[in-house]
């Protein structure tokens, strides 16, 4: 309870952060633990474009391995700039394969991450503590000061943490670092896009606000 307590603050704060990225594509500024962490120049470092086609990739992605798998299965269908993570649980060798050419198939879909285990399904009680770390994991990013949380897509599956995004070799090391020192969090695995320090701080430059 606590530990909970202790997290609520930058958890809401990221959370927050995330829906008026979503509405005005920019979060200004963000407190965490009452200190003002600076202006978070990338929020989101896809174009509009690639966001708008992540969202139609989950969906017919969900629908077709919901098709494929039925009650077989439990798979997660995560995309980012059309990088396709599946994650979960899936009965043989044959279905892990036939939802890999599934998603492959969706139009859009850049490359695919199959990260699906031959594995009985996971149990509710898993799959709440996984949402859990994810928070943690959010929060966490929220609290180093030396990242921009939104600028991650952290994904949880049996304790194992994925991390997407469009990041540095940097950013990518430092997102890795912490989110392994979240209590449960058993493995971090990256699935990230790489761009320079040059190509962020072009980004960054754009973000900024026009003065006129």
Not at 104 to 127: D, F, H, K, P, Y
Request: with cysteine.
């Amino acid at each position: 309870m606590i530990e909970w307590k202790a997290m609520r603050r930058p958890l809401a704060a990221a959370l927050l952060c995330g829906m008026v990225a979503t509405g005005l594509q920019g979060c200004l500024a963000l407190a965490a633990g009452g200190t003002v962490v600076g202006t978070l120049s990338a929020t989101d470092r896809r174009t509009l474009g690639a966001q708008t086609e992540d969202r139609g990739i989950m969906l017919k992605g969900e629908t077709r391995i919901g098709k494929l798998v039925g009650d077989a299965g439990h798979v997660n269908v995560n995309s980012f700039n059309r990088k396709v993570l599946l994650t979960g649980e899936v009965r043989d060798a044959q279905m892990r394969d036939a939802a890999e050419r599934e998603i492959a198939a969706v139009e859009g879909v850049a490359a695919v991450v199959n990260e699906l285990e031959i594995a009985a399904l996971s149990s509710l009680t898993s799959r709440s503590n996984d949402s859990l770390i994810t928070g943690k994991v959010k929060a966490s990013f929220v609290d180093a000061k030396d990242l921009f949380a939104n600028s991650f897509k952290v994904v949880t599956e049996r304790g194992t943490v994925y991390l997407m995004g469009r990041v540095t070799e940097r950013e990518a090391t430092r997102a890795a670092q912490v989110a392994a020192g979240v209590s449960g969090v058993r493995k971090v695995i990256k699935v990230f896009d790489y761009i320079s320090e040059d190509e962020l701080k072009q980004m960054s430059m754009s973000n900024q606000p026009q003065t006129r």
